[in-house]
DNA sequence: GCAAAAGTGTTACCGGTACACCCATGT
DNA sequence: ACATGGGTGTACCGGTAACACTTTTGC
């Protein structure tokens, strides 16, 4: 397509290159994954992430941003690469690199009814069925990804309700590292960060007293360094 | 190639897939890069880091191993995957996806003639040309891959000789971290790891005591999850 | 009053840092 | 003897973990 003279590059073997991406989302105290029964063979019906194929004039970031729009329909998703899985049979219908991404969105806000017309269901971290080629592997080290990142960021903003109590903070830290964080601690590391800013109302849901509710400060999303939990 | 029937598969473009390695060596107390000077068109003569294109038996492991085998002549060396550079214009000899990794070999062990031959060329990391396309990216984002590694395992065993002392190792993360980590402090860091022996040989090349060599203990590399150094 | 979740306070401990100091040896 | 790099000891400080405790409110 580029090419205009006799090319070094035209000599060189072309791949089909995809990209898959685990999209997780929270709900219910639970990190969830959303899975799709693929559409056709190999491995027809069987459940896999969604994916999509690079095009030749986008970039792999705006190939899964296409695919998150056509998926959950949602623009503006927080995401990051994963890694490349390359194995020449990884993919019995043929050779095809495959880059993994994770992505994080908010579960109330995606087209629910996009994604159950194709067959879409979200699975809890804990408890998903096993899926086609690579992708248990995939899934594994997304979570580990962001699992990384929830150490050393923290997350939340794309995961939560835009107003969230630090009760729902500190569960959505312990499904993610699926290990209970203690609410005392944690929240006392929360402040040290100046990050979350306080609202006034309070959120009487899940208690009599009522919590009170916390948005992420605006331009501190994504910009810290802090630790926020120890490995 | 592995196509057998009318193919869903066979309807998406193909992409030219390469690899880029950036290789890390350790050299006078400084890390250092190996850079060549790019063979054609475009930009040629410009320095680059070696890559090669995937071919369509390999997985780009295998692909990184064969160039490495090209470039210094060595087997077994120790990689990593940093991340795909997808940009559709960022080469502009064509449509090239490039993975970046990099590797970690010991400068002394490899083959200088055919370094030479190709116009290869050491450079400190402190102190290097600017490179082709997004080659400079490549390598600061190798760089902070290495950090990072280097922070959650004791590295050193790819990039130091065999026979090593506590002080060459403390040089080494000073190199990587462009920081002085204070000896005393550093020494006793490593001795609560478990991953280095002590030998009775001592080095006197820079020292009228002489310092004790040490090496790393058999199964223990890249199995650690210590903390070396605080972030 | 009591249960239940929100939120605070107290204390002990561990690990990092800074830095002073001792050790061995060639010249 | 003294300079030089190797190696050890110590004292302080801050963050973390464990956990007891108080607050608020609906029932």
Same mark, same amino acid.
């Given at each position: 397509m580029m090419n205009n003279a006799p090319d070094v590059y035209a000599q060189h073997p072309k791949i089909s290159v995809a990209v898959d991406c685990v999209i997780f989302g929270y709900e219910e105290d639970e990190l969830k994954l959303l899975l799709y029964p693929r559409r056709f063979e190999p491995n027809k019906g069987e459940w896999s992430i969604m994916g999509g194929f690079v095009r030749h004039d986008e970039s792999m970031d705006v190939t899964v941003k296409r695919v998150l729009k056509q998926t959950v329909n949602l623009e503006?998703?927080?995401?990051?690469?994963?890694?490349?899985?390359?194995?020449? +049979?990884? %993919?019995?219908?043929?050779?095809?690199?495959?880059?993994?991404?994770?992505?994080?969105?908010?579960? %109330?806000?995606? %087209?629910?009814?996009?994604? +159950?017309?194709?067959?879409?269901?979200?699975?809890?971290?804990?408890?998903?069925?096993?899926?086609?080629? +690579?992708?248990?592997?995939?899934?594994?080290?997304?979570?580990?990804?962001?699992?990384? /990142?929830?150490t050393f960021n923290l997350i939340g903003e794309e995961?939560?309700? /835009?107003?969230?109590?630090?009760?729902?903070?500190?569960?959505?830290?312990?499904?993610?590292?699926?290990?209970?964080?203690?609410?005392?601690?944690?929240?006392?590391?929360?402040?040290?960060?100046?990050?979350?800013?306080?609202? /006034?109302?309070?959120?009487?849901?899940s208690s009599k007293r009522g919590a009170f509710f916390y948005r992420f400060k605006k331009g501190k999303t994504n910009t810290q360094y802090e630790r926020i939990v120890k490995i």
């Open positions: 503006n998703i927080y995401m990051e690469q994963v890694r490349a899985y390359s194995e020449p +049979d990884r %993919d019995p219908g043929g050779r095809v690199i495959s880059m993994a991404y994770y992505a994080l969105i908010r579960i %109330d806000e995606h %087209d629910k009814e996009l994604v +159950d017309e194709k067959g879409g269901k979200w699975w809890p971290i804990t408890n998903h069925p096993e899926m086609i080629f +690579d992708h248990s592997q995939m899934v594994s080290d997304a979570l580990e990804k962001l699992q990384n /990142k929830a995961l939560l309700p /835009k107003l969230f109590t630090l009760t729902q903070l500190n569960s959505l830290y312990n499904a993610i590292f699926q290990r209970e964080f203690n609410p005392g601690n944690f929240r006392k590391k929360l402040a040290t960060l100046d990050v979350l800013e306080k609202l /006034k109302k309070k959120d009487t849901q």
